[in-house]
Nanobody
């Protein structure tokens, strides 16, 4: 019922920038939070950034000062601006949302399929 589609990944040189986008569609009622996770080769998936419907943000220590998360509540879209990229930022980036059901208000999570980000030295 709910679909998340990421875009904007690619190959970039160290020090460069990329902008990831996430479009949410389906029978969703309300998105309480949107965020980005990443999984580097040989490592576990980790939280990169998250933003609530009220605009509060949190970032992983490794990306603070370099990445900026944003969202458009009316369009159900989110973005992750990544600057000063490092080789250790390489991985598959996944968009996620924490949504609420219309009548019960119960929360659930949904995930995108991921987009590859590769940063060369």
């Amino acid at each position: 019922q709910v679909q998340l589609v990421e875009s904007g990944g690619g190959l970039v040189q160290a020090g460069g920038s990329l902008r990831l986008s996430c479009v949410v569609s389906g029978s969703i009622f309300r998105i309480n939070a949107m965020g980005w996770y990443r999984q580097a080769p040989g490592k576990q998936r980790e939280l990169v950034a998250v933003i609530t419907s009220g605009g509060s943000t949190n970032y992983a220590d490794s990306v603070k000062g370099r990445f900026t998360i944003s969202r458009d509540n009316a369009k159900n879209t989110g973005n992750l601006q990544m600057n000063s990229l490092k080789p250790e930022d390489t991985g598959v980036y996944y968009c996620y949302v924490r949504a609420a059901r219309r009548y019960s208000g119960a929360e659930y999570d949904a995930w995108g399929q991921g987009t590859q980000v590769t940063v060369s030295s």
